[in-house]
């Protein structure tokens, strides 16, 4: 599997949902998730190629002072990264190797009206 891996001397450390991994340097973070789960990223609904923006991440840099979003697919990853949201896509590919943090940032990633939704469904068929 190296060979999908852009060449890399080291491993920086990363952190995902506040969880952190060792991932190779000089690889776009999406390469970096698939490092961490080979058996499941590789299966994922993504196009590698900045279309399909299923690989989209809430991203905090050390320089930043605010986490932005990001295509995983595009950026390379660095030394310190703090990733604090997941796309569906990466949480279903990566929730073994995240574990109850990806079940809370999926019910956190759904919006507001997804939820009332739910709840008003729920309500009409408890009716
Ligand atoms: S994998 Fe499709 S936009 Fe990144």
């Given at each position: 599997m190296s060979e999908v891996f852009r060449p890399y001397?080291?491993?920086?450390e990363i952190t995902i949902l506040g969880k952190t991994f060792l991932v190779p340097e000089r690889n776009s973070l999406l390469r970096?998730?698939?490092?961490?789960?080979?058996?499941?990223?590789p299966y994922g609904r993504f196009c590698w190629n900045q279309e399909c923006q299923f690989c989209r991440v809430?991203?905090?840099l050390p320089d930043d002072d605010r986490a932005r979003p990001i295509l995983s697919c595009k950026?390379?990853?660095s030394e310190g990264m703090a990733?604090?949201?997941?796309?569906?896509e990466l949480v279903g590919c990566l929730r073994a190797k995240l574990g109850?943090?990806?079940?809370?940032?999926?019910?956190?990633?759904?919006?507001?009206?997804?939820?009332?939704?739910?709840a008003a469904m729920a309500t009409a068929e408890n009716e």
């Open positions: 001397e080291k491993l920086v970096a998730f698939q490092f961490i789960s080979p058996e499941t990223i809430d991203c905090h950026f390379i990853v990733i604090s949201n997941l796309a569906p109850h943090v990806a079940q809370s940032n999926r019910e956190a990633a759904a919006p507001p009206q997804t939820k009332a939704s739910l």
